[in-house]
């Protein structure tokens, strides 16, 4: 079956302990991005990935890493949380940026 | 950059009726305009999406219309049913392959019985 796995789906952590949620995909897909989802404010772009070993900045970078040395995963880093970073975070795929968007089942962090 | 913007943010109709979601974005040179349904504890998903060479598409109760124009584009559902409640995302994405896309607000679509 096709889809986007994302790990773990609850998360609850204290500032400034460092964590990363991963996320794997099975389709091939060339493009992966990660998204946050907080009230009143949609669904926002953290960074993104055109290939392996290429990623870029979206809208809300700051905070947050990435690494992309697979096709397949592209897991998202928290070096030092802050409650600020409590929310719902999906990562996404598709063959390339102008493309439909498949989405993992998201990942609630709370940052306490 | 792009900016989106969605309308309304809830939606309450009765079950058989129609309803519509209006989206706005601000970059002529968007071209890709998908819609996405969320429902509690799942991820989003492409429900329809349409390009900026094609003014209307359906798919069986959705359809999406775009006025490149005015720089807006709608998601019309007929004869809605329970199971249409949901929330529900317009995204606008520019030219070339590596463009993002710019997400609305979201639409809470209650359908009552």
């Known amino acids: 079956e096709a889809q986007v796995t994302q790990n773990p789906r609850y998360l609850i952590t204290v500032t400034g302990k460092k964590l990363t949620v991963t996320c794997s995909q099975n389709m091939n897909h060339e493009y992966m991005s990660w998204y946050r989802q907080d009230p009143g404010l949609g669904l926002r772009q953290i960074y993104y990935?055109?290939?392996?070993?290429?990623?870029d900045k979206g809208d809300v970078p700051e905070g947050y890493k990435v690494s992309r040395k697979e096709k397949r995963n592209f897991p998202l880093i928290l070096e030092s949380p802050s409650p600020n970073q409590t929310s719902l975070y999906f990562c996404a795929s598709s063959w390339q940026g102008n493309s439909p968007l498949h989405f993992g089942n998201g990942t609630r962090l709370t940052v306490t | 950059g792009e900016n989106v913007e969605q309308h309304p943010s809830t939606l309450s109709v009765q079950e058989g009726d129609s309803a519509v979601i209006k989206c706005t974005y601000s970059?002529?040179?968007?071209?890709?305009f998908p819609w996405y349904k969320q429902e509690l504890g799942k991820g989003p998903q492409l429900i329809i999406d349409?390009?900026?060479?094609?003014g209307e598409k359906k798919d069986q109760r959705i359809a999406v219309t775009l006025n490149k124009t005015a720089k807006h584009f709608s998601l019309h559902i007929t004869e809605t049913q329970p199971e249409d409640s949901a929330v529900y995302f317009c995204a606008a994405s520019g030219g070339g392959t590596a463009s993002k896309l710019t997400f609305g607000t979201g639409t809470r679509l209650q359908v009552t019985l």
């Open positions: 970059d002529s040179a968007s071209n890709y």
């Open positions: 349409i390009r900026s060479n094609v």
């Open positions: 990935s055109m290939n392996v070993e290429v990623t």
